[in-house]
């Protein structure tokens, strides 16, 4: 699927341009999709096309309602991501916690299992079906956000974070997918759109500054541990109202059970050899989905180098989120309820970028492909990109400057708007060129998703001691220096010399 911006994409049939899947040698993909795919070999025994089970002719309101639970599903998780970011101070004194690394730890390690799930909860939503890895995923997610409120040391709570990181992945994982399955192409825009409200408000407001908001005042009014409650009762939520509601929607998954229950050897996997490689190749197909996004990582200096500079700006932002209890508590001498208000600012950024830089980089790609007579190029998304390079060094250069002036406290969160405008303007045009650019464009923009989660999950284990050793300012100017080097030049080199690298890769289009 294809990510929020700071979302991820999921592994879904990703054909070939030449309609082929490789994934399953025998189903080839047409406009029609997988359901008339599939239908191919038995048209004259079973009129797939127009069977009622079919989720492309539900009636419309079942359509919706799927679609609007999936939304709601994939609200809860970036909530999580960042909710408790304001109430670190009061978690360390609650565990007793010394130690920077291992309090930045508890933040950041949801990050490193969620990159780890999201590789996993795509394809197996194609071997098991939608349905029970999005409810599984759910239900596992909020028992395990209840064990973290219910966590007794450092340890259990850091092991629960882990673990919810995998199980919320779900959703983001397998959204788009269900899109797919229930509208044909031409009716696919508005529910996409529907479906994107949950990731986008997640990942650009929910997740960056209303989580932190309501987790400050949570954090001081009932204690830290009370946040996670608060994540299990949403998905709470959302189970009640998608158990009874939602139906598996995945075509491969509905088939099989339908033509096992008919015992006509003619519609079992015997008699249907996409139904069967679907059946029986599950662990294969498994690896192939999770070899792939490596191999793109390093066989193509292009997806690397794009992907390392997203994976450099989210871990400069998950960093951020760790530095700014210490900052507005100690230097500004916040409450951690009002120290929560402080996230605003990025989300701020993160609206303005959503608005306004996804606009930009359609018209900047309009004109560029009116310009070259009507055919556009992966290259031509690269111009938008470069412009919001700019930002993010701004951003971070007035957001550390300020805040080692002791200036008002607005400055250094005006710098962190300006950052989080440029970060988010950066990174649609970086998916979208995987997107154009790759043949397996859902592998590229996992591989990115991965390794730009890595750096997140890293990033702030070293943030404490790195801005202690050279202040805020120092600290910001290391971290913009190495967005400039990375961010300025290879877009620009991209931009003239993408083309003949990817005239010459096997892996591209």
Not at 194 to 222: H, N, Q, R, T, W
Not at 388 to 405: K, R
Request: charged share 10%; aromatic share 14%.
């Amino acid at each position: 699927m294809s990510d929020s911006p700071l979302g991820t994409v999921s592994s879904a049939h990703a054909p070939h341009q030449d309609g082929t899947n490789y994934l399953h040698p025998q189903l080839t993909c047409s406009e029609g999709g997988a359901a008339e795919a599939l239908d191919k070999p038995n048209d004259e025994v079973y009129d797939w096309e127009h069977d009622t089970a079919n989720p492309r002719n539900w009636p419309l309101a079942k359509k919706w309602i799927t679609t609007t639970v999936v939304s709601l599903y994939t609200l809860v998780t970036p909530l999580a991501s960042a909710i408790m970011a304001p109430g670190l101070p009061d978690l360390a004194i609650k565990f007793g916690i010394t130690n920077p690394t291992i309090l930045a730890l508890t933040l950041s390690i949801f990050v490193l299992s969620y990159a780890i799930g999201l590789l996993f909860a795509a394809p197996l939503s194609e071997v098991y079906g939608r349905v029970w890895v999005l409810h599984l995923g759910n239900f596992f997610f909020l028992a395990f956000n209840l064990g973290c409120a219910l966590s007794a040391n450092t340890m259990s709570l850091i092991v629960f974070r882990f673990l919810a990181g995998l199980a919320g992945s779900a959703p983001i994982a397998c959204g788009s997918g269900v899109i797919s399955d229930l509208f044909l192409e031409h009716e696919r825009a508005s529910a996409m759109a529907l479906y994107s409200i949950g990731p986008m408000l997640g990942d650009s407001l929910i997740g960056p500054a209303i989580g932190p908001v309501i987790g400050g005042f949570i954090a001081e009014s009932v204690g830290v541990q009370y946040v996670f409650y608060v994540i299990a009762a949403i998905s709470g939520i959302a189970a009640i109202l998608g158990i009874p509601l939602m139906r598996e929607t995945y075509v491969p998954v509905i088939r099989f059970r339908l033509n096992a229950m008919t015992l006509d050897p003619e519609k079992t996997s015997v008699g249907h050899p996409v139904l069967a490689a679907h059946h029986m190749d599950k662990w294969v197909y498994l690896w192939v989905n999770l070899k792939r996004p490596v191999i793109l990582l390093t066989r193509s200096f292009i997806c690397f180098i794009l992907s390392l500079y997203m994976a450099l700006m989210y871990g400069i932002y998950f960093l951020l989120f760790t530095t700014f209890p210490d900052l507005f508590a100690n230097v500004y001498h916040f409450s951690i309820g009002i120290g929560g208000l402080t996230y605003i600012g990025v989300g701020f950024g993160f609206v303005v970028a959503t608005v306004f830089g996804a606009k930009l980089s359609d018209k900047i790609y309009i004109y560029l492909t009116a310009k070259n007579g009507g055919r556009g190029r992966p290259e031509m998304r690269v111009p938008a990109l470069i412009f919001g390079s700019f930002f993010v060094p701004v951003g971070l250069l007035w957001y550390g400057w300020s805040a080692q002036a002791k200036a008002h406290f607005m400055m250094p969160i005006i710098g962190t708007s300006i950052f989080g405008f440029g970060i988010l303007t950066c990174f649609l045009p970086i998916q979208l060129y995987l997107v154009d650019t790759f043949t397996y464009a859902a592998s590229a923009t996992a591989a990115a998703s991965a390794f730009r989660s890595l750096l997140g999950f890293a990033f702030p284990l070293f943030g404490q001691q790195m801005f202690a050793t050279l202040d805020y300012g120092g600290g910001n100017t290391l971290l913009a220096g190495f967005a400039i080097i990375i961010g300025i030049p290879f877009p620009v080199w991209i931009y003239f010399a993408g083309e003949g690298i990817r005239t010459k890769s096997s892996l591209a289009r």
